[in-house]
C-alpha cells in the first residue's frame, strides 16, 4: 500500500495517486514522501521506474536485512533500519528501508510500523508544515521514533531480570539459567543492532551527498546521542545479567557443596556403624562354629555373658568415637 503525502508551498496534501507523483517530484520547491507499507511486486517496479532506483536497493526492500547499513548513490541515499517492538516476551525486530533523494523521501517497511503512523496522523492534523521543509527532517522525525519503541522493551527486562533475581535467592528457579540465557542473547542481539545503527546514523551525520542534509545535521546527531544513551542502559542491563548469573552459579555451588557434605556425613555415620559392628559380627562368627569345646558353650550363662560382652564393646566404641567427635 503507497501512501503519498507532499508540500508545496503551504500547502499540504495527501492521497495523491501514484501517477502524479512524478510531477511533483519534478518541482524542486515540492516535499514528497512517500510510505510504502508492504509492498507488492508492482509496486516495488513502480519504485524503481519512477525514481531510477538501484536493482540492489529494490531487492534488499523485498528481503530482511540482519544489518542496518548506508549505501550512498548519486542522487540519493538509501539506508536500512529497524524497528524492535516486544512481542510474546520476545523483542522481535522489523526493518525499515529509506530512500532519501533531494526534494523526497521514500519509506519501505513489510510490517506496520507505530512511527510511520504516528507521522501519518500529525500529517491529517495538518500539524506537520515545519516536518516537510525538507525530506531529511521527514527522515528524522520517523527515525526519531524508533528508541522511544525501545525504552518498554528494557523496563521490561528490568522487571524480569528482578523476577530473576528473585528466583536466584529463593532458589526456585529450576529453569533460570536457560531464562537468564534467553533474555542475555537478546540484550546482545539489541546492543548489536544499536551500534550498527549508531554507525549508519554517524555515516549520515557526515556524508555530503545530498547538500540539504547539512542543515539538519544537529537532528541526526541529537539522534545518535539518544542511541548512545540506549546503548549505555543496555550495557548497564548486561552487567547487572551478569551479575545475576554469577549469583546463580555461586548458590549451584554452595547446594552442591552442602549436598556433598551432608552425603560425606551420612558415608561416616554408614562407617563408624560397621566399624563398630565388625567386632561383633567377629565374635558372632566364632561362636557360630560347630565346635564342642568352646570357652563359655557348657556354662549356663554364656549366652547371656557373650550378649553383655559384644554391647560392652559395642558401647565402647560408641563412646570412644562420640569422645574424638567423630560421631
Same mark, same amino acid.
Given at each position: 500500500?503507497?501512501?503519498?503525502?507532499?508540500?508545496?508551498?503551504?500547502?499540504?496534501?495527501?492521497?495523491?495517486?501514484?501517477?502524479?507523483?512524478?510531477?511533483?517530484?519534478?518541482?524542486?520547491?515540492?516535499?514528497?514522501?512517500?510510505?510504502?507499507e508492504s509492498p507488492?511486486?508492482?509496486?516495488?517496479?513502480?519504485?524503481?521506474?519512477? +525514481?531510477?532506483?538501484?536493482?540492489?536497493?529494490?531487492?534488499?526492500? %523485498?528481503?530482511?536485512?540482519?544489518?542496518?547499513?548506508?549505501?550512498?548513490?548519486?542522487?540519493?541515499? +538509501?539506508?536500512?533500519?529497524?524497528?524492535?517492538? *516486544?512481542?510474546?516476551?520476545?523483542?522481535?525486530? /522489523?526493518?525499515?528501508?529509506?530512500?532519501?533523494?533531494?526534494?523526497?523521501?521514500?519509506?519501505? /517497511?513489510?510490517?506496520?510500523?507505530?512511527?510511520?503512523?504516528?507521522?501519518?496522523?500529525?500529517?491529517?492534523?495538518?500539524?506537520?508544515l515545519a516536518v516537510?521543509?525538507?525530506?531529511?527532517?521527514?527522515?528524522?522525525?520517523?527515525?526519531?521514533?524508533?528508541?522511544?519503541?525501545?525504552?518498554?522493551?528494557?523496563?521490561?527486562?528490568?522487571?524480569?531480570?528482578?523476577?530473576?533475581?528473585? %528466583?536466584?535467592?529463593?532458589?526456585?528457579?529450576?529453569?533460570?539459567?536457560?531464562?537468564? *540465557?534467553?533474555?542475555? %542473547?537478546?540484550?546482545?542481539?539489541? %546492543?548489536?543492532?544499536?551500534?550498527?545503527?549508531?554507525?549508519?546514523?554517524?555515516?549520515?551525520?557526515?556524508?555530503?551527498?545530498?547538500?540539504?542534509?547539512?542543515?539538519?545535521?544537529?537532528?541526526?546527531?541529537?539522534?545518535?546521542?539518544?542511541?548512545?544513551?540506549?546503548?549505555?542502559?543496555?550495557?548497564?542491563?548486561?552487567?547487572?545479567?551478569?551479575?545475576?548469573?554469577?549469583?546463580?552459579y555461586s548458590s549451584?555451588? /554452595?547446594?552442591?557443596?552442602?549436598?556433598? /557434605?551432608?552425603?560425606?556425613?551420612?558415608?561416616?555415620?554408614?562407617?563408624?556403624?560397621?566399624?563398630?559392628? *565388625?567386632?561383633?559380627?567377629?565374635?558372632?562368627?566364632?561362636?557360630?562354629?560347630?565346635?564342642?569345646?568352646?570357652?563359655?558353650?557348657?556354662?549356663?550363662?554364656?549366652?547371656?555373658?557373650?550378649?553383655?560382652?559384644?554391647? +560392652?564393646?559395642?558401647?565402647?566404641?560408641?563412646?570412644?568415637?562420640?569422645?574424638?567427635?567423630?560421631?
Open positions: 500500500m503507497i501512501t503519498t503525502t507532499a508540500r508545496s508551498g503551504e500547502k499540504l496534501s495527501s492521497a495523491i495517486a501514484s501517477q502524479d507523483v512524478a510531477a511533483l517530484i519534478s518541482g524542486e520547491q515540492n516535499t514528497v514522501w512517500i510510505d510504502v507488492t511486486e508492482n509496486e516495488l517496479k513502480w519504485l524503481e521506474d519512477t +525514481f531510477q532506483f538501484h536493482p540492489l536497493c529494490i531487492d534488499d526492500c %523485498r528481503t530482511f536485512s540482519n544489518s542496518p547499513k548506508l549505501d550512498e548513490y548519486d542522487h540519493f541515499l +538509501f539506508l536500512v533500519t529497524h524497528d524492535t517492538y *516486544m512481542e510474546d516476551e520476545l523483542a522481535v525486530r /522489523h526493518e525499515m528501508d529509506f530512500f532519501l533523494g533531494k526534494n523526497y523521501l521514500v519509506s519501505v /517497511h513489510q510490517k506496520p510500523s507505530r512511527s510511520t503512523k504516528s507521522l501519518h496522523s500529525r500529517c491529517e492534523a495538518r500539524a506537520v516537510f521543509r525538507q525530506p531529511a527532517i521527514i527522515l528524522h522525525a520517523i527515525l526519531d521514533e524508533l528508541p522511544e519503541d525501545i525504552f518498554p522493551i528494557l523496563n521490561r527486562w528490568e522487571e524480569k531480570m528482578d523476577m530473576l533475581e528473585a %528466583r536466584v535467592f529463593s532458589n526456585q528457579g529450576h529453569h533460570v539459567l536457560n531464562d537468564i *540465557m534467553n533474555l542475555k %542473547r537478546q540484550l546482545a542481539e539489541l %546492543r548489536r543492532n544499536l551500534a550498527m545503527q549508531q554507525d549508519v546514523i554517524s555515516k549520515l551525520i557526515h556524508t555530503d551527498v545530498i547538500i540539504e542534509l547539512k542543515n539538519s545535521r544537529f537532528l541526526f546527531r541529537d539522534l545518535h546521542n539518544q542511541l548512545i544513551r540506549l546503548h549505555d542502559l543496555i550495557e548497564n542491563q548486561r552487567d547487572a545479567l551478569g551479575n545475576i548469573l554469577e549469583i546463580h549451584l555451588t /554452595h547446594r552442591i557443596g552442602e549436598n556433598s /557434605h551432608k552425603v560425606n556425613l551420612v558415608m561416616q555415620r554408614l562407617t563408624i556403624i560397621t566399624t563398630i559392628f *565388625m567386632p561383633l559380627s567377629f565374635m558372632a562368627g566364632i561362636y557360630g562354629m560347630n565346635f564342642e569345646e568352646m570357652p563359655g558353650t557348657k556354662n549356663p550363662n554364656g549366652f547371656l555373658i557373650l550378649i553383655g560382652f559384644m554391647l +560392652f564393646i559395642a558401647s565402647l566404641m560408641y563412646f570412644s568415637f562420640r569422645r574424638k567427635k567423630i560421631f
